[in-house]
Nanobody
């Protein structure tokens, strides 16, 4: 199976930056995609950014130009660099991994990001 552990969340002022990390462990063979989702209070979980196995990246329109997703295969770690943060970016951020081997999605426990105005 697969385990995901996020880190890097916290409190930051608007305009600031944070970098989230997601350390993956377990059987990481045949990963279809990895990504970051977020869920704000009272809202549905939404995709923030994803990186497909071939390296293609996708971003939500609301974060394009401000957030960058990357993956270090040697460290089995996924990153989300978040710049120019806005109060509306406040949410719990979750790491996600889509496994073709196990034909299912895995989720981390989430990390809180709070942006003050």
């Amino acid at each position: 199976q697969v385990q995901l552990v996020e880190s890097g969340g916290g409190l930051v002022q608007a305009g600031g930056s944070l970098r989230l990390s997601c350390a993956a462990s377990g059987n990481l063979f045949s990963i279809n995609a990895m990504g970051w989702y977020r869920q704000a209070p009272g809202k549905q979980r939404e995709l923030v950014a994803a990186i497909i196995s071939g390296g293609t990246t996708n971003y939500a329109d609301s974060v394009k130009g401000r957030f960058t997703i990357s993956r270090d295969n040697a460290k089995n770690t996924l990153y989300l660099q978040m710049n120019s943060l806005k109060p509306e970016d406040t949410a719990v951020y979750y790491c996600n991994l889509m496994s073709d081997l196990y034909n299912r999605a895995y989720w981390g426990q989430g990390t809180q990001v709070t942006v003050s105005s």
